[in-house]
Every structure is written in C-alpha cells, then in structure tokens.
C-alpha cells in the first residue's frame, strides 16, 4: 500500500511488497523544482505504478521536464499499458548480468531470478531470457521515498533465497540555481553472493515533439565508429551523429558505438536541435562499459553502460548529471 502526502517538506513514503489492486485514473506522481527546472515523476507502486514491467528499473521514472520554455521528455508510444516492456519514459536506467537477470543462469524453471529495481521474478520454460518480456513479480521488494521541493530519493530493498540481497538508492536531484539535474545511485550488497552488473540509461528523449531528423545533432567526445548498418538513417562525422531526413514512423536506428575509451571522461553527450534551440550535455562518473545508440521517429535514445561490481558488505555509488541549455534557433 502506498501512503503519498502532496508536501515539499521531506517526507517518507512506504510500499509494502507483493500488494495487490486495481490501478486507479491517476498513478503516483511527484513534482521537482528549482526555479528553472520543473521535473514531474511517476512514484513505484506495485499496484497502481504508471509502469509495471519488469525490464527497467521502477525508480525515477521522469514523465516531463521543462526548461527556458522546452520539454525534453514524454510519451513517445503509441501504446500504452503499464506491464509493457518499454511504456517508460524520461532517463529510465536497466541493470543486467550476462544480459539476463541476477541469478537468471542459475534458476530452473519454476524458481526466481532478480530484476534490480524490480523484484523477484519467476524463470518460466524459457530457451533464454527474454529482454521485452514481462516476468510474473513474486515479490516486489520494499519501497521508501522521501522528498524535498528539489530532490527526491527512492530506495528499494530486496532480498530472494538464492542469496542475492541489496538496498538500491537513487536520488534526482535538481541542482540550487542552476539548469543542472544529477542522478544520484549507491549499490550496497547486503547478501552473500557478489553482485556483477551492468548498468544502461536509455535516455527516452521526445525534446520539443520534435521527429528524429536533420534538425538534431548528437555529439561525443570521441571519433564515432558504429558497428551496424545506419541503412542511410544516420551518419557519422568524426565526433557527431546527424540525421539527412526526418524517419519515418516504422523506421528505426540501432547501432552499437565504439571508439571511446578507459576513462569516464568519454561518458559526455550533447544532444542539440537547431530548430527550437534546445541542447542537454549528459555526463558520467564511470567509463563507458559499451555504448548504443537507438531511435524511432518519436524518441531518440544515446544509451550509455556502466560495469558495476559489488562484493557482500560493499556498496557501490555512481553519478549522471544533466545540463539543459539553450542556443541560436536556426
């Protein structure tokens, strides 16, 4: 049951596992802001939650932020139902091991395998994990949240008898006076097996309405070698990626990217349209682990992955920041 009090003084939300129910009109929702940024957020609930899947993490979930006028976040599918994989929006973050689940490799059909930011989920007959799949959630863990008028803090904590244990905390932050958003996370295993992951943001941009095409520019700090076929959609040119046409709906870009390096330095993208004048730097305190870049009309995804390995007793932290800016309209 999730108890949610519409203040901007700190407070704590609880939501107990496993609950069940009708999900109502409205689900849980949170506001942020700073005076230049305004951020509004769906809350996790196992119940009445705007997304339900089991692919990305529940937590931080942004549904809309403004700034100087622009949007650069919101809906970008056409169909909508909370246990779809990926009816998600804003910079939603997904953690896999061996491109599966915790523990997915060792479970058998019948048993349990973790989502981070999820729960526990049932491993039905399956040749091998599923990634667009939605797994029957067998415990949803516990969710607290607290709030202030420009942050707010979720942590989920879960435990499954394959030993796998952690409390996983995620802070947004808006920064004091500034068009600065920080995407706080801390790891700690409280199990007795070691946690391997990786960790991806998807980065769910819809900035301005705006279609992926000439009007955008996606810039690294490093020479672009895409490793799959753009088929014309795309094109690389040294650091930058440009689009020659608007896509078309059905038509979609996905590529892996290489050419970065060891160092977190190379975790550093620019996303600027021409035509409204919006431009976010997004950068990493990790190395890039691998790097996608994927897009449909609608949405256009920089998908960058961090390593992240955490012993029993341990705890890991790892930091994204958002720097939203204006420039010259074309």
């Not at 999730?2 to 069940?20: D, K, M, S, T």
């Not at 910079?91 to 479970?107: H, I």
């Not at 415990?139 to 996983?168: C, M, N, P, Q």
């Amino acid at each position: 049951m999730l108890f949610h009090v519409h203040r901007i003084i700190p407070i704590c939300i609880f939501v107990a596992a496993g609950a069940q129910g009708t999900p109502p009109a409205e689900p849980p929702q949170a506001g942020l802001t700073n005076g230049l940024l305004e951020a509004k957020l769906y809350l996790p609930d196992p119940v009445r939650g705007y997304y339900r899947g089991t692919r990305f993490d529940w937590s931080g979930v942004i549904s809309s932020l403004k700034y100087a006028g622009h949007e650069y976040f919101g809906q970008w599918f056409e169909k909508y139902d909370p246990k779809i994989h990926d009816a998600i929006t804003g910079p939603v973050e997904e953690f896999r091991t061996r491109e599966a689940g915790l523990g997915y490799e060792d479970a058998k059909p019948g048993g349990t395998f973790i989502r981070i930011g999820v729960g526990v989920v049932r491993k039905p007959e399956e040749p091998r994990y599923q990634t667009f799949r939605t797994y029957e959630i067998v415990d949803s863990g516990v969710w607290k949240i607290r709030r202030g008028k420009e942050w707010i803090e979720f942590t989920h904590k879960l435990a499954d008898s394959s030993d796998y244990a952690y409390v996983y905390r995620k802070t947004v932050r808006l920064a004091r006076s500034k068009p600065v958003m920080t995407i706080e996370h801390a790891l700690r295993n409280t199990g007795r097996r070691r946690i391997e992951t990786v960790q991806y943001n998807h980065n769910f941009f819809v900035i301005d309405a705006q279609p992926t095409g000439p009007g955008f520019t996606v810039t690294f700090p490093f020479a672009l070698r895409p490793l799959n076929d753009l088929k014309g959609l795309a094109e690389t040119r040294g650091r930058e990626l440009h689009f020659p046409k608007e896509l078309e709906k059905g038509q979609s870009i996905y590529t892996v990217i290489e050419g970065y390096g060891k160092e977190a330095r190379d975790y550093d993208i620019r996303i600027e349209n021409k035509v409204t004048g919006a431009g976010v730097r997004i950068t990493g305190d990790r190395p890039l682990a691998k790097l996608v870049f994927w897009s449909v009309r609608s949405t256009l995804c920089p998908e960058p992955y961090v390593d992240l390995q955490v012993e029993p007793g341990r705890e890991i932290r790892w930091r994204l920041t958002y720097e939203f800016y204006t420039l010259p309209k074309r």
